[in-house]
């Protein structure tokens, strides 16, 4: 079964229909036979430019929407599910190297600077899930950094931070959502958001293990952070780099409780996983 999902125009598509859509939570799924409307991320200040290009507000669902035939005018808002000029995978895991964990712009900026971006990368969305469309039941999105990892240099490099909706960044922190038990509602999201079979996903979901074994059996990896620096005129905390190490640590015995591995075996989450 795919998550639950906030009764929005994001969220999740019937097997025999194409864009359905749930206006309330005690309503069941009615379906727009004529007219598909997709859902946009439109930030506050750029409703009127949306307006004028053929956006529509529905006020129940607190969503800008579009006709299927008029997206071209509207592609920056348009979710990457749905736009013409991309194809799936829209979503998948990406998955953080071990050595890695708890490097991010939270443990290396200031509380009030890494807000700043996470906030701004809401607003530029219009708290939609860039991904999707949709919006979580109990917070709407997300702040996922966006990494590109150099495996021969071992550097990670930050390229963005965008919003995504809980199921979605539950996809892309794939490690984490199985650890906590969640990868089958997780199978089933990527399934459904990229029009795959769930053998189509699950392979994906092994491919991004494989990679990660790969990755994590380094240690030296570097983490480049200098997009948020570029972009937002912020500067590293003094002690970041110590932070980061002792959130990698903790993270490692949650790891470690989570599994059920005993503590100090350097392998534990391959083992956990069955590498190879």
């Given at each position: 079964?795919?998550?639950?999902?906030?009764n929005?125009?994001?969220?999740?598509?019937?097997?025999?229909?194409?864009?359905?859509?749930?206006?309330?939570?005690?309503?069941?799924?009615?379906?727009?036979?004529?007219?598909?409307?997709?859902?946009?991320?439109?930030?506050?200040?750029?409703?009127?430019?949306?307006?004028?290009?053929?956006?529509?507000f529905?006020?129940?669902?607190?969503?800008?929407?579009?006709?299927?035939?008029?997206?071209?005018?509207?592609?920056?808002?348009?979710?990457?599910?749905?736009?013409?000029?991309?194809?799936?995978?829209?979503?998948?895991?990406?998955?953080?190297?071990?050595?890695?964990?708890?490097?991010?712009?939270?443990?290396?900026?200031?509380?009030?600077?890494?807000?700043?971006?996470?906030?701004?990368?809401?607003?530029?969305?219009?708290?939609?899930?860039?991904?999707?469309?949709?919006?979580?039941?109990?917070?709407?999105?997300?702040?996922?950094?966006?990494?590109?990892?150099?495996?021969?240099?071992?550097?990670?490099?930050?390229?963005?931070?965008?919003?995504?909706?809980?199921?979605?960044?539950?996809?892309?922190?794939?490690?984490?959502?199985?650890?906590?038990?969640?990868?089958?509602?997780?199978?089933?999201?990527?399934?459904?958001?990229?029009?795959?079979?769930?053998?189509?996903?699950?392979?994906?979901?092994?491919?991004?293990?494989?990679?990660?074994?790969?990755?994590?059996?380094?240690?030296?990896?570097?983490?480049d952070?200098?997009?948020?620096?570029?972009?937002?005129s912020?500067?590293?905390?003094?002690?970041?780099?110590?932070?980061?190490?002792?959130?990698?640590?903790?993270?490692?015995?949650?790891?470690?409780?989570r599994?059920?591995?005993?503590?100090?075996?350097?392998?534990?989450?391959?083992?956990?996983?069955?590498?190879?």
């Amino acid at each position: 079964m795919a998550p639950k999902r906030e009764n929005d125009p994001g969220s999740r598509a019937s097997r025999y229909f194409v864009f359905p859509w749930r206006l309330r939570s005690d309503v069941p799924f009615v379906v727009i036979a004529l007219t598909t409307l997709i859902p946009l991320c439109v930030p506050f200040e750029r409703r009127k430019a949306a307006a004028r290009a053929g956006a529509t507000f529905n006020g129940e669902q607190k969503c800008w929407m579009v006709q299927r035939d008029k997206l071209d005018a509207l592609l920056p808002f348009v979710p990457y599910r749905y736009r013409p000029d991309r194809k799936a995978p829209y979503i998948r895991p990406w998955m953080v190297p071990q050595a890695l964990w708890g490097f991010n712009l939270r443990a290396f900026l200031a509380p009030e600077d890494w807000s700043r971006i996470r906030k701004d990368a809401y607003a530029r969305s219009g708290s939609r899930c860039r991904v999707c469309g949709g919006r979580g039941p109990q917070w709407p999105v997300e702040a996922d950094e966006g990494w590109a990892y150099d495996d021969e240099r071992r550097i990670q490099t930050l390229k963005g931070v965008i919003s995504l909706c809980p199921d979605c960044h539950g996809v892309r922190h794939w490690g984490k959502t199985m650890t906590e038990g969640r990868q089958d509602a997780a199978l089933a999201w990527m399934a459904e958001v990229n029009g795959w079979s769930h053998t189509d996903a699950a392979r994906c979901g092994d491919q991004a293990m494989k990679q990660w074994h790969t990755r994590s059996r380094h240690t030296d990896w570097q983490c480049d952070i200098s997009w948020a620096i570029k972009t937002y005129s912020v500067e590293p905390i003094k002690d970041g780099e110590t932070l980061a190490r002792d959130l990698n640590k903790k993270f490692m015995r949650q790891a470690e409780a989570r599994v059920g591995v005993k503590a100090g075996h350097v392998t534990h989450i391959e083992h956990l996983f069955h590498e190879g």
